[in-house]
Every structure is written in structure tokens, then in C-alpha cells.
């Protein structure tokens, strides 16, 4: 029998501001999404501020969508939601890492990961 897990989003708390980070020429800051329990990188996006606010809010991840201009809550539309279990800084404070319970793909098309066409193999 397979194991059903429910997750429940949680409010969470920043130990840095998110002025205190440095942010691209846009006011945004990449995000390195990755499954808490395997490790393996998921998709990558990005935030602005009230990103990464209302992720700190609702325990959901919400990006910034260049493309639409506008805020997205990872999977508003596909029901693909991310449960945020941690978010990381990197040393410089230009790169978070969000580990994250993944809820169906990751990726628009519908695979697992973002990350699955090859551009180099070593035999």
C-alpha cells in the first residue's frame, strides 16, 4: 500500500531581510527549487520581494514570473504545489535554494524536473 503523505503549508520566518540580499538589475534574486527529501534540483526561477514575502506568508512558493509579469504561486493552475520545507541563502546573498515538498511535476511539461535534456556525456 502505498504511503499517502499530507502536507500542510506553514508560515515561516526570514533571519535576514529580504533588502539585505543582492538582487539582479530587476530587483530579483534566482531561486534554486530542490526536493527536500532526494535532493534533486527541480526547476530554478525568480523572486522580488513580494515573492519571496508572500512565500514567507503562506509556506507555498510563489515566484515572479518574467513572462507574465507577475506573481505565480508554483502550480496556481496545475495543482503541481511546492510546500516550502527550508529556504537557504548562498555565501554571497545573490542565490536562494528552496527545499521544498513537490506536489505532482515540477516542470510545465509535466516532467518530474526542469532539468532532463542532456547538452553533454561523457561515454
Not at 32 to 47: G, K, S
Not at 77 to 91: A, F, N, R, T
Request: charged content about 25%; glycine content about 4%.
Amino acid at each position: 500500500m502505498d504511503k499517502q503523505i499530507e502536507y500542510v503549508a506553514k508560515p515561516l520566518k526570514s533571519k535576514l531581510d529580504f533588502d539585505s540580499f543582492k538582487l539582479n538589475a530587476d530587483g530579483m534574486i534566482p531561486c534554486i527549487t530542490q526536493d527536500h527529501e532526494t535532493n534533486e534540483v527541480l526547476m530554478m526561477a525568480y523572486m522580488n520581494k513580494e515573492s519571496f514575502n508572500m512565500t514567507l506568508e503562506t509556506g507555498y512558493m510563489v515566484y515572479y514570473s518574467r513572462s507574465r509579469q507577475k506573481l505565480w504561486k508554483k502550480g496556481e493552475e496545475s495543482g503541481h504545489l511546492q510546500y516550502v520545507k527550508e529556504l537557504i541563502i548562498d555565501c554571497d546573498k545573490d542565490t536562494i535554494l528552496a527545499k521544498v515538498a513537490q506536489i505532482g511535476a515540477a516542470c510545465h511539461t509535466g516532467n518530474p524536473t526542469c532539468f532532463f535534456t542532456s547538452l553533454t556525456k561523457e561515454d
